[in-house]
């Protein structure tokens, strides 16, 4: 599974965009990019997946070049409730079942 | 919405007791997972669970772990002899099907704390 790398920390106001840079340079063809959310004592949350280009849903956008070296997370407009720590995962149609977790990114919404 | 239910949401216990933690994973998912998380450290894999047999187990895992589904609903981690390093949040996961690409569903987890 390709390793990924994600900044440690990020701090962000109520109403700002948030975009959350995520590395994987070794991914692998039939590879996925997943992101999870997680708030403190809570099991991870799926928020969402893509393979390229663009993906959105009611929560976020996720940007995948065409290289897929690397993908940005996108929330618009956050709010105090989305402090949580994020992580980038790389998941493939043919590797394990397992979800390999990082550090992931704390993001801070202070007011 | 459905949702993983786990229980308890707190377990303490001492060193050497076996624990059994408890999951009730989405009724018509598959594939059912358990994860760990000591307190300021990673969520790590621990097992993968399908068709009534272990898929996939962690270096985590070893002969003082099982897992079961005893019934048509429940699916738990029993850990025989607790250590201390075993404190940790447990996390029970499930998901439609095996494959990477569907997105697990996470339960809130327990507490462990052992003594």
């Known amino acids: 599974l390709a390793k990924t790398t994600q900044p440690i920390s990020m701090d962000s106001y109520e109403g700002q965009e948030v975009n959350i840079t995520c590395s994987h340079n070794n991914i692998a063809t039939n590879d996925y990019i997943t992101w999870y959310q997680q708030f403190p004592s809570q099991g991870p949350r799926f928020i969402i997946q893509g393979y390229k280009t663009k993906v959105t849903n009611e929560v976020a956008s996720l940007f995948i070049p065409a290289d897929r070296k690397s993908s940005t997370l996108s929330l618009p407009r956050v709010s105090l409730s989305d402090t949580a720590v994020y992580y980038c995962l790389v998941v493939g149609m043919d590797s394990s079942y397992k979800l390999i977790f990082g550090s992931g990114t704390r993001l801070l919404v202070r007011p | 919405e459905p949702e993983v239910t786990q229980t308890p949401s707190h377990q303490v216990t001492q060193m050497g007791q076996e624990v059994i933690l408890r999951c009730v994973p989405i009724s018509n998912h598959l594939y059912f997972y358990w994860y760990r998380q000591i307190l300021g450290q990673k969520v790590e894999f621990l097992v993968s669970f399908y068709n009534n047999e272990i898929s996939e187990k962690s270096e985590i895992f070893d002969d003082q772990f099982s897992v079961e589904r005893p019934d048509g609903s429940n699916f738990t981690l029993k850990i025989r002899s607790t250590k201390l390093e075993d404190s940790a949040m447990y996390f029970c996961?499930?998901?439609?099907?095996?494959?990477?690409?569907?997105?697990?569903?996470f339960g809130p987890g327990t507490r462990l704390t052992v003594l």
């Open positions: 996961a499930s998901s439609p099907s095996g494959a990477g690409v569907n997105e697990q569903f």
